[in-house]
């Protein structure tokens, strides 16, 4: 399966601390995309990056993608409670025939307390 | 507003009955998925329409059907033959390559 992993499953931080995700991947991709669901939600779009790509900031967001390891990770600076929701990893796959298809990971759960 | 609407929110369903989940987009996006998320499993494809009165099988795909009679709407029927269809049930559609996704809020399907 082309399914990313995220690591860790969990994550517990005090506001103001950064958080970190990660995500593995199996296969060759084109691009690789974050997402955010709060609880009972649907999932919003964060911030993609290119396999030509090696970073990317967004506000407080920072990916990085490191394609010969086949992972990236997610970076939340000043974090605050309203971060508080589970982050997925989603990546496409380099086959060059299924547009759009997205495969998605199991989730890091990022809890910030205040 | 532009976006992608489920409905009902929530949906309760009696053993042996079909229900049916309702998306509708007006993003004017071509392509459109269903997936399935369980608990600690992240999200699965039941199925994905890439332009009207076209769709193919996504990764569990068996005991759900789906139409794309519209651009703007994709309906996904949970038949009795799926078995065990608790589950949140996420839409998404997306344009063009790479496929940045937009996420309708949810249906909730609980097996009564």
């Known amino acids: 399966s082309q399914q990313g992993e995220e690591d860790p499953q969990a994550l517990s931080i005090q506001e103001g601390e950064n958080a970190t995700m990660n995500c593995s991947y199996k296969t060759s991709i084109n691009n690789l995309q974050w997402y955010r669901q709060n609880s009972g939600r649907g999932l919003v779009h964060l911030i993609l990056?290119?396999?030509?790509?090696r970073e990317k900031h967004s506000g407080r967001l920072r990916v990085t993608l490191d394609t010969s390891k086949k992972s990236s990770s997610l970076l939340i600076t000043a974090s605050r409670a309203a971060d508080t929701a589970s982050y997925f990893c989603?990546?496409?796959?380099?086959?060059?025939?299924?547009?759009?298809?997205?495969?998605f990971g199991r989730g890091t759960q990022l809890t910030v307390w205040p | 507003d532009g976006g992608i609407t489920q409905s009902p929110k929530y949906l309760f369903r009696k053993e042996g009955q079909n229900v049916t989940l309702s998306c509708e987009q007006n993003?004017?996006?071509?392509?459109m998925y269903w997936y399935r998320q369980d608990p600690g499993q992240g999200l699965r494809l039941i199925y994905y329409s890439q332009i009207v009165n076209d769709f193919q099988k996504g990764d569990i795909a068996e005991g759900y059907s789906v139409s794309r009679e519209k651009k703007e709407s994709f309906p996904l029927t949970v038949t009795s033959a799926q078995k065990n269809p608790t589950a949140f049930y996420l839409c998404?559609?997306?344009?063009?390559?790479?496929?940045?996704?937009?996420f309708g809020q949810g249906t909730r399907l609980t097996v009564v």
């Open positions: 993003l004017n996006h071509d392509a």
């Open positions: 998404a559609s997306s344009i063009g390559d790479p496929g940045v996704a937009f």
């Open positions: 989603a990546t496409d796959a380099d086959r060059g025939s299924t547009l759009g298809r997205l495969y």
């Open positions: 990056i290119r396999s030509n790509e």
